[in-house]
């Protein structure tokens, strides 16, 4: 990304291992990210950036340190690099880690790629994956791991009403996080048709067309007048995240993972909700290995989300459909 609004595909320099501990792969699929908006849209600064934080592909190299990960494994990566050994990531916080990296270098949006730390962040598939697979097992890279990291956050589970703030693909993905974390009823908040039909095929029960306020008003409605035990915060504003806080019951938690963008919380109404925070950047390789379980086993299909498809060359269409609304996410292919 030159500035914002102007994306460019260029030849550059395939990557090299740099150090013992990286792998280079040649990626079968990258995707257009809802944060990569952004900067697109000029909220966030950018100046020549190599872009794309998402990837799926096959080890072509790895330096003389790495051990879990092959030449020839078809391997899932996530957006930061981790070690998996500190004290942070055996707590299921690897986006913490004490050796946090970049995951993927110098951006996911190109044929090849440099993973630091490949034995902590990259994870192998049981084989090679048929091409059906691709667009769940790359959706797990980040925002099916990120609405999971949501859901989980927010404890979901059985018997539990749960609210969706966000219908970009990781609220979205969220809705099928909780249901396949036992909840009894999904709200999903979405004024878009085709969002509101995916959300209903992921598994939500009802949906909320309205925002703000009145988007509160209904889910207290729908609720007897208490809120959602659990709220899955996946837009990153002061209106969405007011909008989680408010919709949840005193007790109950918000998982927040939209990317916070001028977020100031009111102290005193926090005081007084008696909610639940957590969230920030998912640990995605946490849940990686169950993740890829059950795409492999054909028990979720969290790809649903690409709705559309392009050959890298036409990346800069796809940010343009995406700020355009005219799709949810963008796979691109080589
Ligand atoms: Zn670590």
Redesign the pocket.
Known sequence: MHSPGDVRVDETERPTIVEPTDAILRLAATCICGSDLWPYRGTDQVDHQPMGHEYVGVVEEVGSAVTHVKVGDFVVGTFFA?????A??QAGY?TH????QPGALPGAQAEHVRVPLAD?TLVATPGMPDPDLIPSLLAASDVLGTGWFAAVAAEVGPGKTVAVVGDGAVGLLGVLAAKQLGAERIIAMSRHEDRQELARRFGATDVVEERGDAGVARIKELTDGLGAHSTIEAVGTQESMMQAIRSTRPGGHVGYVGVSHDVALPGEELFFSGVHLHGGPAPVRRFLPELIRLIWDREIDPGLVFDLTLPIEKAAEGYQAMDERRATKVLLTF
């Open positions: 981790s070690d998996n050994t500190c942070i990531c690897q880690c004490v050796h946090r902590g």
